[in-house]
Every structure is written in structure tokens, then in C-alpha cells.
């Protein structure tokens, strides 16, 4: 929690200082008013007081009041301007951090938990600065004041006094013992019960067509169960809190009216007026120690799921991003569209196996290089590492004859128009999915949008659509097909007019005749363009510069069509299997 506290802006540091001098005069405020509330007592039983005195004693009792009241507006006001704005930049910390997570750090935190530490432990951590404010200063200061103001009144009284807060720091003692292993498992249940939901939205279709609308709902109600049981033990808890304070309170008032009217008894008549009037005193600061003791209660009940959101949250701000960026290069024209690997090996964070081992290859400026394998041989993780999603585990991966770990992330990716193996839209229209992103190249024109759609086969359904190129796309694109979707995506990367394309398996939802007239469509009007191709086809990618075949993270075969059906058993028994080998003679 301190951690966090530290990213207080020095403007919310001096705003919490003012609001503590208002929080000192509000207790000030507020211990003044027994003292003229015994004045009042005493002059209503001296014969021969003037009302004016007793005007006067309640004027002042009032001013202090007001003062009080303003004094509790103003220090709320600052308490919530300051966890507002901590809260927005958190938030604000929090989403760039995990913007700058490449791939291996957000496997280390699951996207529902993601979200849950961007909301939910925000709102935690913002709740507990706003109260801590206004309670955590405030209940210090007006126990500590009381205490000092009731010391020496009378030990019987002071006895009482002492008693009741043992009481009370018990009962504190006994709830915070049973709460905290809760709250703290209240945020873990919380992603879980987040993770559940966003799959089976996500995957409804799924769901319903296998008929597992029942396991959902078990594995639903499980995760909800054990929340609403944790909640449930927790708010019970939290809500002995009230009867024993209330207890407590009536037994302490109750016992210093006993032992004042046994003193009051045993005085002189000299001295009973006195007493009478310090026992209404004694009674109002008891209740204000009382109080202040079960402000900080609320405080120690709150403070633990808080802290727990806190470290959740400080977990992902101090995790270390792997990908940096390297110092920025200038690249030289004559390699302008070159990649090359150079003996290059990788493995996932935290992982002993590599799953690519010793994979080196050129692919030069205008060149079309597939890649083809078995299912997990690696491909769509080979060319992962372009962009730096990953960063090699070991050797080099160059781009315009440069280690892409010296570009720095915007200059190399504005050089690259990925299509990944699931596509993505977001919400929005047509025109704004694809013209999305920063190619550094400054704004699309309508006319490079439409001309990128054509170019990806999409002007047919794109202008049959309601509005055209201005249709609403909804999240995730749900509202267009997968092929539709897919095609989108292409029309997005075409746009970027990047030097190099990397289709990771995205013609797999096209029929063979829009994959034929696309990549048709792709070769003539980006000739110059290198073209890394994923795809499972053999029809893809027969018309290849060059194919790079892999099996099991090693690279068994490099080079055309024609030249791997004679060298490369293993692209042949690929080739076989989607085709005779009539079909792969004739074509």
C-alpha cells in the first residue's frame, strides 16, 4: 500500500496536508462543545445566571458546530478529489503498463484477473485513500485529544472508560483474526468468477451447440457460491460490528451515569452542581474516544482487502517488461523488406523445452516465403518473434539487415502489416477497422481505404452493407463473418502499405477461389512487398519463393514447390495428404 502511496503527485500530497489542518480543527471544533455544553449546565443551576450567559455559552456551541460542518465538507471534498484523481492515473499506470506487456508477461496474469486489478482493486485502494483521509487521520487525533481531555476528571470514571476500549480492541482483535484470510481470498474468487463469465459469453456459441448450457451453469454457480459464501462470512462479520459498538457504548454511558450518581450522592452540596456538570462532559468525550476507536475499526476491516488489491495491483506495475525498446536506427535502402534469422532458438518464459531450435532463413526484398508443418511445430511462434511479441532466446532475427532488438517498437512494427492467426475487429465502422493504427505515415485517405478493401476482396460485402464503408462493426466483429472478418483484417495491413506482410494462417477461412483472387490481387498491386505467409494449404502457398518447412521447432526443408516434393519427405506426405499427386502434378 505505501508502495502505491508513493504516486502521489506532490499538488495531492499538499491537498492531503490542508486537509488534515481542517481535520485538527474539526476535532477542535467538536471537543469544545461538551466544555460549553458545562457551562450551560452550570449556569441553568447557579440561581441568579442571566440568559445572556447562557445565550452566549449556546451561540458558541453553535459557531462551533458550523465550523465543524464546514470544516467535514471541505476535508470530504479534498479526500475525494485526491482519490479520484489517484485512482484515474492508477488506472491510467495500470493499462499503459499492461500496453507495454508483450506476450510472455500477460501469460503470467490471465486477462480476467487483468481486468479485475483495473477495476475492482482500483476502486478498493480509491475507497480506503478517500475514508483513510477523512478516518484515519481524524480517529488518532480525537481519541488522543479526549483521552487527554477526560484524564484526571475521576479514575472511576476513567476505570470505566479504559474497560470499554479493552472490549472494543477484543472484539477488533477477534474480527480482523477472522476476516482477513477472507478478503483476501474475496479478489482470487473474483477473477475466477470473471474468467467463467467471459468465457462462456465469448464462447456462446460453442456452448450451445454442445448442449453445455448445464456445465456452464454448474461451473458458474461454483465460482459464484464460494464468492457469495466468502462475501456472506465477511459482511456477517462486519456486521457483529454495530450490536457489540452498540453494546459497549450503552454500558459505558450507563456506568458513568452509575458511578455519577454514586459520587453525586457521597458529595457536599458544594460540590454536586461540579460533579453533575463534568459527568455530562465525562460521558461526551467517552462517546468521542468510543467513536474514534470505531472509526479506526472500519478502517482495520476495510484496510486488508485493500492492501490485498494493492499488492495485486503493484504486482503488475513493478512486473519487468522483457521487450524494451532498443535506441532507434536508420535503415539502410538497399536492404529496405529484408528479414533474416539467424540461427534462432526460443522457449516461453519459465519453460525447459525450446520450441524452436536453430531456425535460420532469408527472405528478401519482394519475396514470398510460406511456412508449412504439422500442427505445434512452432510456425505461428517463429514469426511472433518479427514483430517482438518475443524476443529470441537465442540468435538473431533481422529486419532491413537489423537486429530487431535495436529498433525501437513503433519504428519497427511501422514497417510490418500483421494479420494474425484470430482475427480481431473492434468497435467501430469499417473505414475506422481499417484504417486503424499509427503507420507513422500520418492519416489514411478515403481513397487508400477503399482501394485497400478491394484489394482484399471485401468491396462486395463491404458496400452491400447498410451504410456502406461506414457500417458499424461490432466488438469483436461479430456482426460479419468469419471469412468477411478475416478479409477485413487483410484490407487493414494492405492499408498500412507496410514494407513487410506477415499472414499468420489467415487464409483459412477463405474459399479456394477468394484465396486464389487475393493472393492474385496481393502480388500485383504489392509487388515488392515481402509476404511471410503461415498457412496449412498447400494451395497457399505452392506458388511460394521459397517454403520453409519445420518439424518439432527445427526447419527439415527449405525451398520451392517442385524442389521440396523431391528433397523433403515431410512437406511431401503434407502435400499428399491434401492432395493426389495428379492434382500436384497438373497444377
Known sequence: MLKLLRRLSPREWLMAAVSTVFIVLQVFLDLRLPDYMRDITTLLQTPGSEMSDILVAGGKMLACTLGSFASSILVGYLAAKIAAGFSRRLRQSVFDKVSSFSLGEINLFSTPSLITRSTNDITQVQLIIALGLQIMIKAPILAVWAIFKIAGKSWQWTTATGVALVFLLIMVSIIILLALPRFRKIQTLTDSLNRISRENLTGLRVVRAYNAEAYQQKKFSV???????????????????????????????????????????????????????????????????????????????????????????????????????????????????????????????????????????????GETVAFIGSTGCGKSTLINLIPRFYDATEGEVLVDGIDVRQYTQKQLRSKLGYIPQRSVLFTGTVSENVAFGDSGKGEYSPEAIKNAIRIAQSTDFVEQMSEGYDSPISQGGTNVSGGQKQRLCIARAVCRDPEIFIFDDSFSALDYKTDRNLRTALSHELAGTTCLIVAQRIGTIRDADKIVVLEQGEVVGIGTHRELMKSCEVYREIALSQLSEEELINE
Open 223 to 365: 465460482a459464484n457460491l464460494n464468492l457469495t459464501n466468502n462475501n456472506l462470512f465477511t459482511t456477517r462479520i462486519m456486521a457483529i460490528i454495530m450490536p457489540c459498538m452498540t453494546i459497549i457504548m450503552n454500558g459505558l454511558t450507563l456506568s458513568v451515569y452509575w458511578i455519577g450518581a454514586a459520587l453525586i450522592d457521597a458529595a457536599s452540596m458544594t460540590d454536586k452542581i461540579g460533579l453533575f456538570s463534568n459527568m455530562l462532559v465525562f460521558t461526551s468525550y467517552a462517546m468521542q474516544v468510543v467513536m474514534a476507536f470505531m472509526m479506526l475499526t472500519m478502517i482495520f476491516i476495510m484496510f486488508p482487502r485493500a492492501s490485498v488489491s494493492a499488492k495485486r495491483i503493484g504486482e503488475v506495475l513493478s512486473t519487468d517488461v522483457k521487450v524494451k525498446d532498443g535506441s532507434g536506427v536508420t535503415v539502410p535502402q538497399s536492404l529496405v523488406g529484408q528479414v533474416e534469422f539467424k540461427n534462432v532458438c526460443f522457449k516461453y518464459p519459465q519453460a525447459e523445452d525450446y520450441v524452436i531450435r536453430n531456425v535460420s532463413f532469408t527472405a528478401n526484398k
